[in-house]
């Protein structure tokens, strides 16, 4: 049990530092590099532009002013128009969720015993609560297999 603890542990260490790593300092670095080799090949190679930005800061400047809102220009695209296509394919893989909405469907049924109705139940009130261990893995078994059983039926 000691080791599962340990194991989850670094494992949640791991996905934070890969979501800081890549998320805010690597977005940070490599725009502020983007901006960089930008100004290095176009900018101080050619002599017209090179008069027009004199310096990278008036380079990098104008760059943000223009870059900015065409990023959220397509941002916004993206939101409007892939969004949907993106958590359409997301939800067909979401295991965790097929089993809550197969258990929301036994509910509706009535097909929902005493014991799963209050293992779900202490299960959703360790997650409101933080609590990062919610139910041993005999359990989650025995539903992956319920919603099997439900699938080939």
């Not at 989850?8 to 725009?31: C, E, K, P, Q």
């Not at 258990?103 to 005493?114: A, H, K, P, R, T």
């Not at 139910?135 to 039926?153: F, H, I, P, W």
């Amino acid at each position: 049990m000691q080791t599962s603890i340990s194991s989850d542990w670094f494992r949640r260490r791991w996905l934070d530092f890969r979501n800081g790593h890549s998320i805010y300092l690597v977005f940070a670095m490599t725009f502020a590099n983007f901006i960089t080799i930008q100004y290095q090949l176009l900018i101080d190679k050619l002599p017209l532009s090179a008069g027009i930005f004199s310096s990278i800061w008036i380079f990098a400047i104008t760059f943000i002013l223009f870059y900015v809102p065409l990023s959220i220009i397509l941002g916004y695209w993206h939101r409007k128009s892939q969004w949907k296509v993106e958590q359409d394919a997301l939800f067909r893989e979401n295991k965790v969720g097929a089993i809550m909405w197969m258990y929301v469907i036994d509910l509706i049924e009535g097909n929902v015993s005493e014991e799963d109705k209050k293992l779900m139940k202490e299960s959703l009130l360790r997650i409101t609560r933080g609590e990062t261990r919610l139910y041993g893995t005999k359990k989650l078994s025995e539903n992956d297999e319920k919603v099997a059983d439900k699938r080939d039926k």
